[in-house]
């Protein structure tokens, strides 16, 4: 494993004890992420996509197989600090305003007043939420706590980024608009992202690599590496390599979906 | 308006309810009273103003009450033995030390006990045991216990009123810091924020409503707590002080003047604390139900 | 000065006359001594407090006060300025009691808190069981007032002479519409408020010494008392700090426990005390003939 | 080893090493300590070797029970202690604190199973308080008429179950659990009939406030005055002390419900009622609980008061009252300590309730923090 | 206006005052919903969709204009239980388990007992949750948790389903899937839709008619209606009269966007 593995699965497993039987929510799952990667995780509904990314981050523990994370163990990564998370669900807290929930990190990670008030101006306008920074959670659309808590994520330095999909409740033009701005971060800050979608073309426009998933158990069924530019105009998505891509995917999901069978 | 309102109209209801009681109540008396005194065929209405009008009645009327308190607040110079309005604030500054003192114990208590298993698990137990001592028993033992070192006046008081006041503040802030959501929580372990940062900006904020709730009645424990350390050192004075005496020389009046005014501080406080409440809603961005 | 502190055995009241003068009027000041005086109430124990330390001397009932000597607190009775008991029962007419024969399958009233000795003393006495039985008595933990005879909880109550039976009198009850028990009439009498102090203290002259003079101060009190019955009700009234003393209520009060101190005389009477500890044994309240639980080196020495 | 200890763990292990230590070398010098207490001074000193080598977290149990033994057995009669006695306190109480922290971290790392020696850790702390009272009082010669020491309170406790018995049914029985059941029942109707109709809420809450603190000690007299001397009127001082704890709990509790769950009612169109048992009243149990919880022990604190108030000759209140007037302060422990247990049981059992009710809530379902 | 129309709204307007100043979340809202359409509300994060369809349900009140649901007003509407409401949010109880979620309308409309079980099996087997009964919500993962909400929206006969976003957090198979449900759904029953999407396909696939909107202040910058056939196979989407649509849906978005001018 070359040194630059940012997270490394050796048959990691990991499974829920509940009170009518245990869930298996990830079993073998056998990945490398190197550093600068762009890696999408789709896949069904319920096969674990998000417990991966929060073993990752050190919020499950595995039950087995090992994880490593930047060479360390999760914990160790967490403590220092090395990713931001956005989580599926806003997660705002209520009683702070929307500049006061980007804060958050930034407080926590004792950054001085003024740095905080420049990073919050800068991922609010990234996000298209200014003018907003007053309000709280409750007064704002389902797509704009999303974007408040991307901005959350983005506010801070972290090498790694794990995003649950981030970009579920935007419109298109939105989410084109964001997936352009994290294409040009990510460029720009050679970051290794973890995200995780429902989009076929999102995962494909972005990605350097996407991991098919599939339930019950959950387990990575392919892993696809894309050899498009890491330059991506956003009418890239009608190329043929693109939709030569694509069609993998969606292929790769169908072959992992109970449905076909069950409906 | 529409506050001042439906508080006259169950104040009216109360009230109408309470003269009746007292007719009712006062009967019994008043029948003895005047079969001696050979009177006999006593109109109704006379009879109601009677049972209303005695000295040492088993319900004073409303009335009759308001007027002793009058007369013992406004009527009397403050510094008197005899003014309520010294007495209620003997109690009262035994109330909001003790208050503080349980407020701050229980909030301490709940912080260590959500922070350390072996606390949470060897410290409820005996927390909730604590309260099971009867107080009143033990208080004349406190006080005699602390008048030996020396200590005398208001802290006795004030470590009764924490006594009783720091138990539905541990309670209600055991639950409170431990409401937090658990994707809130991983957003800190996200940040590998410290146990004070998570403390501070997640569990204290998460905690407050149930902090309120907890103080509202802290207080009125407290209150009571004050009032029953009273019972128990009869020098110092204080409302307890007079009902008790009240109780001695069956002046029902006086008692439930006492309590009366022991009541209205109450409500004041907990009509504070509310207040707080409120302020610290709006500046949290709670949004009105 | 000599720093005494007396514990009262209840709040403050002509009850405690003589004490409450001598330090108003400086006696005990006349005397070189800076006395302190603790009033009471319905949960201190004087026993307890002289015990652990919170007073010099204690006012309390010799019944109590060797039943405390019996369990471990070496209490000694150095003067009794009480000599006779204002204990009484009292049963409204309508009751239908008139003599003890007819207590059976009644409801009495007693006070309990060190209390009630003189009352069981005298059930003891009478044969009467106190088990709520038929043939015997139901009592009745008293509140400290006479409620429960005017809501008729009880068929019969406690009180003092110079307190509550006042307090029946007010209410319109008194003699023609009650039933009086008083316990020194019966000769059921047991001593009543006296002074005493741990035994060890003793040992120290200068304690004694102080004790003398304290004494010699308070019957001083007590005599300018009851030389000056309107004075000393003022007197009281002033010291009371709750504000609940009333003068009329605390002038009864000193006029009728004139009729139960000797001003002249500080010294236990040796017939009543062994009267009292002989009840005290028969019903087991103590266990041992107490010895050394008086002392007359005090009253000796005024 | 040592470095597997937390920062406190290894705080306290030095600690009682370290106690032990000097109060063995001061043994040594002043000389005729007993020879219990000398053992357990060598063993606490010897426990420094853990520094090299592990120790299973039984051996400081082991360890504090030594010490508690030892000094116990050494108390001197009627006299106060030698001065290096109490190193053997601060040494056996340092190592139950750490048999406690150790055993904690133990169950929560799974290495221990959760039932069963969860119940070991209060019990363990309840017996060093034991434990250390026992010194204190006996070994300071604190007078037994101002605290008794637990083994007297035991004895009298054993030698008065009749009449304990009867308190406790006089007591608890008969006043505080129909009080406790009518005050929260009516403190709970009255909050949902408050929370339904604004205007008895702006008329009542006030009000309500202002009663809440009617201090038990003034109604006490006036209840007795109203029901009687028996059980009725403790149960109605119970009552009122345990109606405003769940009014303003239950109001507080009844708006905890979130606009969202609300909306999704509304858009049922469901009657009051149905928004009131599926979603407001569960949404508010934590409240409820809560206030049962304040209540379990208010209920009993309320009760026994009351007693001191003209009671028939029986009942925890009245036991405690005499007991004092007549310096049986052992005896009024005894009825302290059967109030504690009964009220500590009255309170458990209301939680496993709310263990099961309440299951969802986050303060249960995500466990300790 | 005929009598079909079962939503109504006529220079629609609300306004949040809010402690910074007033939101305009809607303004000037025209529109008429006829008996059995399907419409879709598409339009920029924060546009006012959820407002329009909340205050349909009565769950705001207008400041300005008038909206009649059925001929009546919209309270009235409520009471007569005329819609079934999927939040963009699961909002499920967290005291109750799945099963139990689904079957709260059916207690609250007093369906009996065999009903409801009858209900709740065949709605959990449409979302595909069948053997996730007796979990408790926070047992699922997000897709499955908006896919109860689902069930429990469908589980009683409403005659009109307002949809907030319900297939944001699924996968393109489960989605494809729903949606061709939902569509039998509707042409079985008859049913009116009202359904918010931020995707144009899903849209352009599912509805007669799509709303297009636009922010600050909210309001209908277009109404397309769609001529394609009631009988949709999955792959009409790639036949030029449904392209055509989208471009148009797309345009209109585009047009109302803030975005352009903003970035
Ligand atoms: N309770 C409220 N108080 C104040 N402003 C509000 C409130 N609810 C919504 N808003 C504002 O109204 C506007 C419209 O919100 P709405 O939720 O309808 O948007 P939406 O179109 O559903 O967006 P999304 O696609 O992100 O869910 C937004 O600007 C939002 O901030
Ligand atoms: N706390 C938990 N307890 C029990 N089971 C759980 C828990 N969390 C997740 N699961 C189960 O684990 C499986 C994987 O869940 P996960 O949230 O990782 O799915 P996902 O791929 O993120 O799905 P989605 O796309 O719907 O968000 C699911 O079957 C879920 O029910
Ligand atoms: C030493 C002493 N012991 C008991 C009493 C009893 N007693 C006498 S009056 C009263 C009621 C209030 O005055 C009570 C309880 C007393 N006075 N003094
Ligand atoms: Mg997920
Ligand atoms: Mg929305």
């Known amino acids: 494993m070359p040194a630059a593995a940012v997270v490394a699965a050796h048959q990691l497993g990991l499974t829920f004890p509940t009170a009518d039987g245990d869930v298996v929510a990830l079993s073998d799952v056998n990945l490398t992420i190197d550093k600068g990667e762009f890696v999408s995780f789709i896949g069904p509904s319920g096969c674990g996509k998000t417990t991966f990314l929060r073993t990752i981050a050190d919020l499950e523990r595995p039950t087995s197989g090992t994880l490593t994370v930047n060479g360390q163990t999760p914990e160790q990564a967490r403590r220092s600090r090395a990713y931001g998370y956005v989580f599926q669900a806003p997660a705002l807290y209520p009683w702070r305003t929307i500049e006061k929930n980007v804060a958050l990190p930034l407080e926590i990670m004792g950054y001085g007043r003024e740095q905080q008030a420049e990073r919050i101006r800068r991922t609010l306008e990234l996000v298209n939420l200014t003018g907003f920074e007053k309000r709280y959670p409750w007064q704002l659309s389902g797509g704009m706590q999303q974007r408040a808590s991307i901005a959350r994520a983005l506010a801070f330095d972290a090498d790694l980024l794990l995003m649950d999909e981030p970009f579920g409740a935007l419109d298109e033009i939105v989410r084109d608009h964001l997936n352009s701005e994290l294409l040009k971060l990510w460029d720009r800050t050679q970051k290794t992202i973890c995200f995780v979608t429902h989009s076929i073309p999102e995962a494909v426009y972005l990605s350097t690599k996407i991991v098919v998933m599939s339930p019950r158990p959950g387990r990575v069924t392919d892993v696809i590496v894309s050899d498009l530019p890491r330059e991506r105009p956003l009418d890239i998505r009608e190329t043929p390599e693109f939709l030569a891509i694509a069609a993998r995917v969606r292929e790769g999901l169908r072959a992992g979906h109970s449905y076909e069978e069950a409906v | 308006m529409n506050r001042v309102l439906p508080v006259l109209t169950i104040l009216l209801a109360i009230l109408a309810l309470w003269y009746a009681a007292a007719i009712w109540m006062n009967a019994p008396w008043q029948n003895q009273l005047n079969a001696r005194a050979n009177l006999e065929n006593v109109a109704f209405t006379e009879f109601a103003q009677q049972t209303w009008a005695q000295d040492k009645p088993v319900l004073p009327a409303p009335h009759q009450v308001i007027s002793e308190i009058w007369n013992a607040t406004v009527m009397l110079d403050i510094g008197s033995k005899r003014s309520l309005a010294y007495h209620g604030w003997i109690t009262l500054s035994a109330t909001l030390l003790g208050f503080a003192f349980g407020t ?34 033990v208080a004349p033992m406190v006080v005699v216990g602390l008048g030996a070192v020396g200590m005398t006046g208001l802290v006795p008081k004030a470590l009764i009123s924490m006594y009783l006041s720091f138990f539905p503040v541990v309670v209600g802030m055991v639950k409170g810091l431990r409401s937090p959501e658990g994707i809130q929580l991983d957003l800190m372990r996200t940040y590998d924020a410290n146990p004070w940062q998570v403390f501070s900006k997640l569990r204290w904020p998460a905690a407050m409503p149930f902090l309120f709730a907890s103080m509202k009645v802290g207080i009125a424990i407290s209150l009571i707590g004050a009032v029953v350390a009273e019972l128990s050192n009869a020098s110092g004075g204080g409302l307890g002080v007079r009902l008790l005496t009240g109780s001695y020389n069956g002046q029902t009046i006086q008692i439930w003047a006492a309590l009366f005014i022991a009541a209205g501080l109450a409500a004041v406080l907990v009509a504070l604390v509310g207040g707080a409440e409120r302020v610290v809603n709006r500046r949290m961005g709670v949004r009105a139900a | 000065q000599d720093a005494l502190t007396l514990q009262l055995k209840w709040v403050t009241q002509a009850q405690f006359a003589g004490y409450l003068v001598a330090e108003a009027k400086g006696f005990y000041d006349e005397e070189n001594l800076d006395v302190t005086i603790l009033p009471g109430g319905p949960n201190i124990a004087p026993e307890q407090v002289i015990a652990g330390g919170g007073a010099d001397i204690i006012v309390t009932w010799m019944a ?152 010699r101060a308070s019957m001083k009190g007590w005599q300018y008392a009851l030389d000056n019955p309107d004075e000393a009700a003022e007197i009281v009234v002033e010291a009371d700090d709750t504000g609940a003393a009333e003068y009329d209520h605390q002038r009864y009060m000193v006029e009728e426990v004139s009729k139960l101190v000797d001003p002249d005389d500080a010294a236990l009477n040796m017939e009543t005390y062994d009267r009292t500890v002989q009840a005290l044994l028969d019903q087991g309240i103590i266990k041992n003939q107490p010895e050394g639980a008086y002392t007359t080196v005090v009253t000796d020495g005024l | 080893m040592i470095g597997s200890l937390s920062p406190l763990q290894r705080f306290l292990a030095l600690l009682a090493a370290g106690a032990s230590l000097v109060g063995l070398l001061l043994s040594l010098a002043v000389g005729n300590t007993p020879a219990p207490l000398l053992l357990f ?303 500590s049981a009255f309170y458990g059992v209301i939680a496993l309730i709310e263990r099961g009710v309440t299951f969802w809530h986050p303060s249960v379902r995500g466990g300790r923090a």
């Not at chain 3, 070496?74 to 409204?92: D, E, H, T």
């Open chain 2, 104 to 137: 701050a114990l229980g909030v301490l208590l709940a912080v260590i006990i959500i922070h350390n298993d072996a606390a949470d698990r060897s410290l409820m137990p005996w927390i909730i045991a604590s309260q099971t001592i009867p107080i009143l028993a």
């Open chain 3, 64 to 215: 109590a006060g060797l039943a405390a000597r019996d369990t471990g607190v070496p209490l000694v009775n150095i003067a009794q300025p009480f000599k006779r008991s204002g204990l009484m029962m009292i049963c409204p007419t309508e009751t239908g009691i008139t003599s003890p024969e007819d207590f059976p399958g009644h409801t009495l009233g007693v006070w309990f808190f060190g209390n009630e000795y003189p009352f069981f003393a005298w059930m003891n006495k009478l044969g009467i069981p106190t088990d709520g039985s038929a043939e015997g008595v139901t009592v009745l933990q008293q509140s400290f007032d006479i409620q429960p005879m005017i809501q008729g909880q009880a068929d019969c109550i406690s009180v003092m002479t110079y307190n509550e039976y006042g307090q029946a009198l007010d209410a319109g009850y008194g003699p023609d519409n009650l039933t009086i028990f008083n316990y020194t009439e019966m000769g059921n009498d047991l001593l009543e408020d006296g002074l005493y102090v741990m035994e060890e203290t003793l040992d120290d002259p200068a304690k004694v010494d102080a004790y003398t003079r304290f004494v």
């Open chain 4, 41 to 343: 001074f060598a063993l606490g000193t010897l426990s420094l070797l853990r520094v090299r080598v592990a120790f299973n977290l039984s051996l400081d149990g082991i360890l504090a029970a030594a010490g508690a033994a030892a000094l116990i057995l050494s108390l001197p009669a009627g006299a106060a202690m030698p001065a290096h006695f109490w190193l053997a306190l601060l040494s056996a109480w340092a190592f139950a604190w750490l048999f406690v922290e150790r055993l904690s971290a133990a169950i929560r790392a799974g290495a221990l199973p959760h039932s069963g020696t969860g119940l070991v850790i209060p019990l363990v702390f309840g017996l060093t308080l034991l434990v250390v009272w026992e010194v204190v009082t006996r070994g300071a010669n604190v007078p037994p008429v101002l605290l008794p020491a637990p083994s007297a309170i035991a004895a009298r406790l054993a030698a008065e179950t009749g009449i304990l018995w009867a308190d406790f049914v006089q007591t608890f029985v008969k006043s505080v659990i129909p009080g406790y059941i009518i005050g929260c029942l009516a403190g709970l109707l009255v909050a949902i009939a408050v929370d339904r109709s604004p205007f008895l809420k702006a008329g009542v809450m006030p009000i309500g406030n202002f009663m809440s603190a009617l201090p038990i000690i003034g109604i006490a007299p006036i209840m007795v005055m109203w029901f009687g001397f028996d059980w009725q009127s403790k149960a109605a001082v119970v009552v009122a002390m345990t109606f405003f704890p769940m009014l303003v709990n239950t109001v507080a509790g009844l708006n905890a419900a979130s606009v969202i769950e609300r909306d999704l009612m509304r858009t049922y169109a469901a009657s009051y009622t149905q928004t009131l048992f599926k979603l407001r009243l569960p949404a508010a149990a934590p409240f409820i609980f809560n206030a049962l919880k304040i209540n379990s022990t208010l209920a009993l604190i309320g009760a026994i008061v009351a007693e001191f108030f003209g009671t028939p000759v029986v009942g925890m209140g009245f036991r405690i009252s005499t007991g004092v007037g007549r310096l049986a302060i052992d005896l009024v422990w005894a009825e302290i300590a059967v109030a504690a247990v009964a009220g």
